[in-house]
């Protein structure tokens, strides 16, 4: 882990909108969740005050965290992506190219169309996420970070670069000081290649939802496999996934059958 790297205080920093049940809710995160999540993407992307950035998701959604915060730490420069150009894939290149971007966060499938039809010379990662990644092969040699986490651990708790085409592209291993543990029913650690509920603990794990104390209670609990300091809490997501023989994570879906429309997960009727 990174841990001197963090400012630990304590005080409120962001109210992120998350959509994991179909309705906002307010996340507390903490200024040391921030800086956790910004330390990790500083360390992975080799972040300097050299690369320009785009900030494409919307400052409602938790995404736009991740688009500005750990650039503004390193002195980065953001190009904010126009609401209008955002699916016009040569309008997007364009501006990647014009503003010499090394980094795109972009929705799922809108990076992974750009990943299969555009041409940015300068572009090296292409970050996706929110939903599952179908499987392809980038037309150009962009690595293509899959990343996956919920608002309640800081935008995203896992990463996986991809280059080439996997039939089973996997969300990747835990982000630095994180620590993910897959359950059964029980709350009992289950071995590589079962199915069970991800639970995440760490420096990213919020503070809990605004107002909801008995909210709070049901998805932040004791965590069981560590009384470290800062993993004492762990979350409860529930997706369910399992680990592979390499280490890597593979999501399966959601334990109680909420399915995503558009980046919106909501309930079936």
């Known amino acids: 882990g990174i841990r001197d790297d963090l400012v630990t205080g ?9 959509g994991t049940t179909g309705v906002p809710k307010g996340v507390r995160l903490l200024q040391k969740n921030l800086m956790a999540y910004a330390a990790w993407y500083r360390r992975y992307f080799a972040a300097t005050e050299q690369f320009r950035v785009t900030c494409y998701n919307s400052y409602g959604f938790d995404g736009s965290l991740a688009d500005m915060y750990p650039a503004l730490t390193v002195g980065a420069g953001i190009v904010v992506i126009p609401e209008e150009k955002k699916l016009d894939l040569p309008a997007l290149a364009e501006i990647i190219n ?8 972009l929705p799922a499938q809108v990076g992974r169309q750009f990943a299969l039809t555009m041409d940015c010379p300068e572009l090296k990662y292409i970050v996706v996420g929110g939903e ?10 962009y690595i293509v ?36 543990y897959i359950v059964d029913s029980a709350g009992r650690r289950v071995p590589p290649g079962a199915l069970g509920e991800l639970w995440v603990a760490g420096i990213q794990v919020a503070g809990g939802y605004l ?15 560590s009384q470290e300091p800062d993993y004492e ?13 390499d280490g890597n994570i593979e999501f399966i879906g959601r334990r109680d059958g909420l399915v995503k429309i558009r980046g919106v997960r909501v309930g079936l009727a």
């Open 233 to 245: 809490t762990a979350y409860r997501t529930g997706d369910m996934a399992r680990y592979r023989l």
């Open 211 to 225: 107002n909801r104390p008995e909210k709070t209670k049901e998805a932040f609990v004791p965590n069981p496999f």
């Open 132 to 141: 599952t990644l179908v499987p392809f092969k980038p037309v150009y040699p």
């Open 98 to 105: 014009k503003h010499h971007i090394v980094v795109a966060d």
């Open 145 to 180: 970070a899959n990343e996956y986490g919920p608002t309640e651990a800081t935008v995203s708790i896992t990463c996986y670069s991809m280059t080439e085409y996997e039939p089973d592209i996997p969300i990747g291993k835990p982000m630095d000081n994180t620590a993910i």
């Open 10 to 18: 304590v005080q409120t920093c962001a109210l992120p909108i998350s």
